[in-house]
């Protein structure tokens, strides 16, 4: 099937620290939305975007939508040990067809 | 409380026992999705609904049946389970929200951690 390329695989980073991870793809998407994923739980929907080179924050979140359709970044700034969790990113290309990154695993050491 | 609810929460089954995983959202959502989650592939869309009555295949439908009678529910059912189907299961319910797009408020439930042996 389709896929998204998503990186790093992992990251470890030291608190304080800023943060960027991002996802690319061979496709156009519509929309591209950002999770974060705790241990034991679903994930939950941090940032939704829509429109090509759109740049919407959520706290120290930025996230952006790429000029070309095909990618997208995730900035967390200033992180704190609750960042920790696994980040993914999830492309639409209309409707609600759905396809995620393989994720982000993100290590905070406080 | 806003909720998507999945039961079991965990389930052992043996190879080929039909088993029905459901799916309840209070939230009066259009939107309802089934994803799987495997080690290193992220989720992966196994069908989803757009209404009542209006279901389509997502990325990985194989070995998988849906059906949507009511708004609030969407159960998963499989018919004839096997070990490649061990996986941890995601329903997800969202709104359509006008000049966006469906998963403007994307909501998950907590997991079905689903063992076949």
């Known amino acids: 099937g389709q896929q998204l390329n998503q990186s790093p695989q992992s990251m470890f980073i030291q608190e304080g620290e800023d943060v960027s991870m991002n996802c690319t793809s061979s496709?156009?998407?519509?929309?591209w939305l950002w999770y974060k994923q705790d241990p034991g739980e679903g994930p939950v929907l941090l940032i939704a975007?829509?429109?090509?080179?759109e740049l919407t924050s959520n706290g120290r979140l930025t996230a952006q939508f790429g000029i070309t359709r095909k990618d997208s970044f995730l900035n967390i700034s200033a992180s704190i040990p609750s960042d920790v969790g696994i980040y993914f990113c999830?492309?639409?290309?209309?409707?609600?067809?759905?396809?995620f990154g393989a994720g982000t695993r993100l290590f905070v050491k406080a | 409380e806003a909720q998507v609810t999945q039961n079991p929460r965990y389930l052992i089954t043996v190879t080929g026992k039909k088993l029905t995983v459901t799916c309840s959202q209070n939230?009066?959502?259009?939107?309802m999705s089934w994803y799987r989650q495997d080690p290193g592939l992220g989720l992966r869309q196994i069908y989803y609904?757009?209404?009542?009555?209006?279901?389509d295949k997502g990325d990985v439908p194989e070995g998988y049946k849906v059906s949507r009678k009511e708004k609030r529910n969407f159960p998963l059912i499989l018919e004839s389970p096997s070990p490649n189907q061990t996986s941890l299961y995601f329903c997800?319910?969202?709104?359509?929200?006008?000049?966006?797009?469906?998963?403007?408020?994307?909501?998950f439930g907590q997991g079905t951690r689903l063992t076949v042996v």
């Open positions: 997800a319910s969202s709104s359509h929200i006008r000049d966006r797009g469906p998963n403007t408020e994307a909501f």
């Open positions: 496709s156009i998407f519509n929309t």
């Open positions: 975007l829509y429109k090509a080179g």
């Open positions: 999830a492309g639409q290309k209309g409707g609600f067809k759905t396809i």
């Open positions: 939230m009066n959502h259009e939107y």
């Open positions: 609904s757009m209404n009542v009555e209006v279901t």
